[in-house]
């Protein structure tokens, strides 16, 4: 499949159209779709969704990119994940129709998706956007039951455009006329694309400060729609913007018609990982004993905002990173919010990653947001310098997913 890859990647919908032609249109033999888009927060918005319809006894596929350590993380049928055999049955059909022609990893991946959820009832659907929305391989479902974005920021400026409007434009190309749309936070030019898009469609926005609350009082999280109000637990995804992601999720189920015993699966019951992840056991764990170890994969500004943020309201530790990015992402932007949170900061490579930063480039990028700075060859000599110097601190392995996935599978 690698070898049909396109030498540029172009957003377009072609590709997608003819190989879901050449399927027979999978995309219109869905269950009720939900459709996620946003640039932070989507994946676990999608598993708040998801635990909540679950909770309340509904069978759910969900589509999600990227995989962490296996790529059947991607797709659940009906709850559970794909199957090896159906997985490779589904890209194989895919590949024999493609027929040798151009086509993206990540559009016939949401072929084979489609196609494995055209043929398992269920439910419902989850789709979650891959990039953009617009021009992305998800964007093929006529009518949606619901659409949802998420906070918009800047991110993959070089394909959606630079100005936080035009990414957000990008974003809600996945509105549909006269389908409602849930639209979590938003800067002021975010939400003005958002609503301008809507007003083109006649597509109900149901946004967050205008149709629907959330805050946090006395450690719980209080939802408010007009059908009244909601007091339940706080989320067990860790970090304050897992509030906003929550309400969002508790908006649709309360548009779905659904009640409090879905609202609260929604907010005790949804897992994601490498979204702030204690990592308690496994053999990284375990070889620095003392050391409180969390993962996560944000990567942009944003992200880099939100775990400074829940940082610090953790219990006051000695915190390190160890980090790794991509040559593709704002790496100062990220990493200046965490600068008033990290003792220091050791540097590292993604192993098998062609547009990983060096460890040197990492750091010398940390030293010049003013993080005292170090590097190692991989995750495991990072935590062994740390234990060294600080055995009892805390450790944020940050920086990209890629790296987040490396290290859960090293870690079991």
């Known amino acids: ?37 946003g640039t932070n927060g989507k994946g676990s918005t999608q598993a708040m969704i998801r635990a909540g319809l679950e909770g309340a006894g509904h069978s759910v596929h969900a589509y999600t990119s990227p995989h962490l350590a296996r790529f059947h993380e991607r797709i659940r049928l009906a709850g559970q994940l794909i199957a ?88 809600a190309g996945i509105l549909k006329r006269e389908v409602p749309c849930v639209v979590g936070p938003q800067q002021d030019p975010a939400l003005e694309a958002i609503e301008a898009r809507a007003a083109r469609l006649s597509a109900p926005l149901i946004a967050q400060g205008q149709h629907w609350h959330v805050w946090e009082e006395r450690g719980r999280l209080v939802f408010q729609d007009e059908t009244g109000l909601l007091d339940l637990p706080a989320p067990n995804l860790p970090g304050a913007h897992q509030f906003d992601n929550a309400g969002a999720a508790l908006a649709v189920l309360r548009h ?22 204690r990592l308690t056991r496994g053999p990284l764990a375990d070889s620095v004993p003392g050391i409180e170890l969390w993962l996560d994969g944000g990567h ?62 990492t750091a010398g990028i940390a030293r010049a947001c003013g993080i005292e700075a170090h590097e190692a060859e991989s995750v495991a000599a990072a935590l062994e310098r740390i234990k060294a110097d600080s055995p009892h601190a805390r450790v944020l392995i940050c920086g990209s997913l890629y790296l987040a996935g490396r290290v859960l599978r090293e870690n079991g």
Request: proline share 6%; glycine share 6%; net charge negative.
């Open 84 to 171: 090896e055999d159906h997985l490779t049955a589904v890209l194989d059909e895919c590949y024999a129709a493609n027929g040798g022609e151009e086509i993206t990893y990540f559009e016939i991946t949401t072929a084979a998706a489609l196609l494995a959820f055209s043929r398992v009832p269920a439910d419902y659907c989850l789709l979650e956007v891959g990039l953009g929305g617009r021009l992305d391989a998800t964007n093929v479902v006529d009518r949606p039951a619901l659409t949802v974005i998420t906070p918009v920021s800047i991110d993959h400026q070089q394909y959606l455009g630079e100005t936080l409007g035009q990414i957000a434009f990008e974003k």
């Open 300 to 361: 942009n500004p944003a992200a880099g905002e939100a775990l400074a943020r829940h940082l610090s309201t953790l219990p006051d530790r000695p915190t390190h990173l160890v980090c790794g990015m991509l040559n593709t992402k704002d790496i100062a932007g990220f990493l200046r919010p965490l600068a008033t949170q990290a003792d220091s900061l050791t540097a590292v490579s993604i192993p098998g990653e062609t547009a990983t930063l060096t460890a040197a480039e």
């Open 256 to 277: 779905l018609g659904l009640g409090e015993e879905a609202a609260e699966a929604a907010v005790t019951r949804a897992e994601w990982p490498a979204r702030m992840q």
């Open 1 to 37: 499949m690698m070898a049909l890859h396109p030498k540029i990647i172009d957003l377009t919908l072609d590709r997608m159209w003819r190989l879901l032609d050449a399927l027979g249109n999978p995309q219109e033999d869905l269950p009720p779709v939900i459709h996620i888009a």
